[in-house]
């Protein structure tokens, strides 16, 4: 092969390897709704923003002295860390009932449990 066809076809092939090795990786959309139960790093997980819960997941409730149970009630906690260090918890409510929760810039965690999906207030 002539040295100018060999030069041509390495540039061609160096061209078609970089555009694959540059192209953008793919990002996932933030959940909204955000599932009630587990724990959601902000930024890839979630958007900051209000969101709403309707309450507890729970399909029936305990009540013992006209007071429900911790496994009957909806928790959420906010972290300052994106590992949900206990240590580190900014915000947190429990209730039966609807309930909301203020993702803002300083929380890096959102963490939910036993509460139905949290839907983002617009």
């Known amino acids: 092969m002539p040295p100018v066809l060999a030069s041509r076809a390495s540039a061609l092939a160096v061209v078609c390897v970089a555009g ?4 953008p990786p793919a ?4 959940m909204d709704p955000i ?5 959601f790093v902000v930024g890839p997980d979630i958007a900051p923003g209000l969101y709403r819960t ?3 997941g729970s399909t ?3 009540w013992i002295n006209n007071v429900p149970t911790q496994d009957s009630m ?4 906010t ?4 590992d949900a260090n206990k240590e580190h918890v900014l915000q947190t409510n429990m209730s039966v009932g609807p309930m909301f929760a203020n993702i803002n810039s300083s929380v890096k965690a959102f963490e939910s449990r036993n509460c139905q999906p949290w839907t983002r207030v617009p």
């Open 79 to 82: 972290y300052s860390t994106p």
């Open 27 to 30: 990002i996932a959309d933030p």
């Open 20 to 23: 694959i090795a540059l192209a």
């Open 54 to 56: 309707a309450g507890s």
């Open 74 to 77: 909806c928790a959420w906690f």
């Open 35 to 39: 599932p009630g139960n587990g724990v």
């Open 60 to 62: 029936f409730g305990v």
